[in-house]
Nanobody
């Protein structure tokens, strides 16, 4: 069992930046592909970004490409989502996911509890 803990959400204005983090306290995430999903009120959970176990394997949803960057620091058992040029439509609860397969999907094995991101215009 992998317990994921997200942090870094908050309320910002359009154009601002936030960095989300996801960690599995007490264990390494180096053996897992990782990803971020988000769910806005009244909408289905959607894919945001995913990164494999090795560098150069990141993929993004078209809606965030060029603005968001997913990265990982295996030594610190942490995965990040750097979000720049935030828009009101980015407002959602953001979830971290881990899986043995890349890219991670909505059926991934492990999920965090979510962190709220609110972007005001």
């Amino acid at each position: 069992q992998v317990q994921l803990v997200e942090a870094g959400g908050g309320s910002v204005e359009a154009g601002d930046s936030l960095r989300l983090s996801c960690a599995a306290p007490g264990r390494s995430l180096s053996g897992y592909a990782m990803g971020w999903f988000r769910q806005a009120p009244g909408k289905e959970r959607e894919f945001v970004a995913s990164i494999g176990r090795s560098a150069g394997s990141d993929v993004y949803a078209d809606s965030v490409k060029g603005r968001f960057t997913i990265s990982r620091d295996n030594a610190k058992i942490t995965v990040y989502l750097q979000m720049n040029s935030l828009k009101p439509e980015d407002t959602a609860v953001y979830y971290c996911a881990a899986d043995h397969y890349w890219p991670v999907s909505a059926t991934s094995d492990y999920w965090g509890q979510g962190t709220q991101v609110t972007v005001s215009s």
